[in-house]
């Protein structure tokens, strides 16, 4: 089966758009606000599982357990328990025995083995996490699983300081029959995934081995959580989990890997995007497409710079077309770069080409500027194919505010 075989339609259901998931989301009591803050997602069956973790060094106990897990589960699982409004991360032996804890409640709710449960957690870093309140929630989620309106609901237990939920999901058709795949995502400040976003969770009722659907997976987030930033900070908990149960007709091997990975982006994408779009103050989304690199990788490292350039950021904000500031950060993003060569074009206005600057179209990239969706492109100059994308969103004084009064 290729990718050209099939067609891929849009639907609600979000985690539970495949068959044979089931989710909540309730709120247990870990958020002062009293609003959900305790997600469950199951499978009726037993399923393949894959997970990209963050490569921050200081990683959660979440994390910890969930790796642990999915290794002597050898790839399957059948049950994710998320709760936000606390991290856990960074609370010692205790914590380590709390997400433990929380993840044996999981699989006792659900009648799942201690090896089928992955677990995450978000929030503030450094406070401990409620043992009682997460696992008798999590007893009290198992009795609110539903499949019509459970994964928004799941979607909506996992925010902190998103501004709205994020879910979708998509039907695939091919030669190999139908199948669905769906997910919800959390994320809004904290955002420079390193192979993974804040919080998310896949599934797909097709059939696929464990390792095929890992290696789809870390490539699917490569393109897409792992191409977003909105302040350039990578947390202690970032996690996204794809569960595959097989409850459809479609079995997908190894010939379908380039079609598992395009069903997989056609979700993880608008996730993804969903988090620069709800980031902490923004009101702009960004493209940056970087070309004219030696390689791939070496564009992405620019595109990458240029996302977290405050700089960058704040003259977006302003709908500044200050397109001295790409070609700079540009220039010291640790790649090969020709000034000579460079390009800078803010929407279809070219303001800066082979050494000559074209300030006298600065209003109508300004114009451009100020609308809601942008994208800005940098040619790299060094006659290289490497090409990558990035998004990102600005940087207002709303983050700023809402940052400095995390924990207050």
Not at 301 to 308: G, L
């Amino acid at each position: 089966m290729t990718v050209s075989d099939c067609t891929f339609t849009q639907r609600d259901g979000a985690v539970c758009a495949p068959a044979g998931f089931r989710a909540a989301g309730i709120a247990c009591g870990i958020k002062k606000s009293g609003a959900p803050d305790l997600a469950l997602i199951v499978s009726e069956l037993s399923a393949a599982a894959g997970a990209v973790f963050t490569l921050n060094k200081a990683q959660a106990a979440p994390v910890l357990v969930s790796k642990e897990r999915l290794a002597a589960s050898g790839g399957r699982a059948r049950v994710v328990a998320i709760n936000s409004g606390c991290a856990n991360a960074c609370t010692g032996e205790d914590g380590l025995a709390t997400a433990n804890a929380m993840a044996d409640a999981a699989a006792a709710a659900a009648g799942a083995g201690r090896a089928e449960v992955l677990i995450a957690s978000t929030g503030v870093i450094g406070v401990a996490l409620d043992r009682n309140k997460v696992t008798s929630g999590i007893l009290e989620a198992a009795g609110a699983l539903e499949a019509v309106t459970g994964g928004a609901a799941a979607a909506r237990a996992i925010m902190t300081t998103d501004p709205f939920p994020k879910a979708a999901a998509v039907t695939v058709d091919g030669p190999a029959g139908r199948f669905s795949v769906g997910g919800i995502a959390k994320g809004s400040g904290m955002i420079e995934p390193m192979m993974a976003t804040m919080l998310a969770v896949v599934t797909t009722d097709a059939s696929v081995a464990p390792g095929l659907l890992q290696r789809a997976l870390t490539a699917a987030v490569d393109v897409t959580f792992n191409a977003i930033s909105v302040d350039g900070e990578c947390s202690t908990n970032d996690c996204v989990f794809a569960l595959a149960n097989g409850a459809s007709d479609a079995m997908l091997s190894d010939g379908d890997y380039d079609l598992l990975v395009e069903a997989l982006r056609h979700v993880c994408e608008p996730l993804a995007l969903g988090i620069v779009r709800g980031g902490e103050g923004a009101t702009k989304l960004v493209a940056i497409d970087v070309t004219g690199g030696r390689t791939n990788a070496e564009a992405k490292q620019a595109a990458r710079a240029i996302a977290n350039s405050p700089l960058v950021k704040t003259a977006v904000h302003g709908a500044d077309p200050n397109w001295g500031r790409l070609i700079a950060v540009a220039g010291r993003a640790g790649v090969e770069f020709s000034l000579e060569q460079a390009r800078v074009v803010i929407g279809d206005t070219v303001l800066f080409e082979r050494g000559t600057p074209f300030d006298d179209r600065a209003e109508q990239a300004s114009r451009h500027l100020q609308q809601a969706e942008i994208s800005i492109g940098v040619d790299l100059g060094t006659g290289g194919r490497g090409a990558a994308r990035m998004w990102t969103c600005d940087l207002s004084a709303e983050y700023v505010r809402i940052n400095a009064e995390y924990r207050t």
